[in-house]
């Protein structure tokens, strides 16, 4: 996992979170790194911003060792379907020029222990559950056709905006 910072035509900056199976980001050459862009919130922040400055810095953190690094770079975004089978249900991929890459003080990264890995990163074994959000009931007629049709597939239940809440703030592992 890692934490992605972007920034938008106003100069904005956003952070966000990117996570996946070990191996999900990749080195091709000593300058050069990928990684996928998964089905998300709908919002392509990121992705957006990637599109409009290429600017990114990468914040890498172990928290088990703990260890941390950062990486800034120029990025770019592929639909290369070459680049695109690397990665199992990515929509893109987020090619980076590395320009900078320094290790960080670790002194203040507290420790914690994977509990488990998210039921939602999509895995060559298996499919790749329907995002928990999409069956929210106030939102079904703002979905995208394929997620709607996923979410009919999954048995159709509907949950209210709190009931989603709820999930989120006790820690559901379907939230």
Request: hydrophobic fraction near 40%; charge should be negative.
């Amino acid at each position: 996992m890692f934490f992605l910072a972007t920034v938008d035509t106003e100069g904005c900056p956003t952070v966000s979170y990117k996570g996946g199976d070990s191996g999900f980001i990749r080195v091709v050459d000593e300058k050069t790194l990928i990684f996928p862009s998964y089905d998300g919130n709908g919002m392509y922040m990121s992705m957006g911003n990637i599109e409009s400055s290429g600017e990114v810095g990468l914040l890498f953190i172990d928290f088990e060792k703990p260890n941390r690094m950062r990486l800034q770079g120029r990025a770019e975004l592929s639909r290369d379907p070459a680049l695109l089978a690397h990665f199992v249900e990515a929509q893109l991929v987020v090619k980076v020029i590395v320009r900078a890459v320094f290790v960080n003080c670790p002194r203040h990264v507290h420790r914690y222990d994977k509990v488990a890995p998210s039921r939602y990163v999509p895995r060559v074994a298996g499919e790749t559950p329907v995002a928990g959000w999409k069956h929210v009931d106030q939102i079904q007629d703002a979905l995208p056709e394929r997620d709607a049709a996923s979410v009919a597939a999954a048995g159709g239940k509907l949950r209210t905006s709190d009931e989603w809440v709820d999930m989120v703030v006790t820690g559901h592992p379907e939230a």
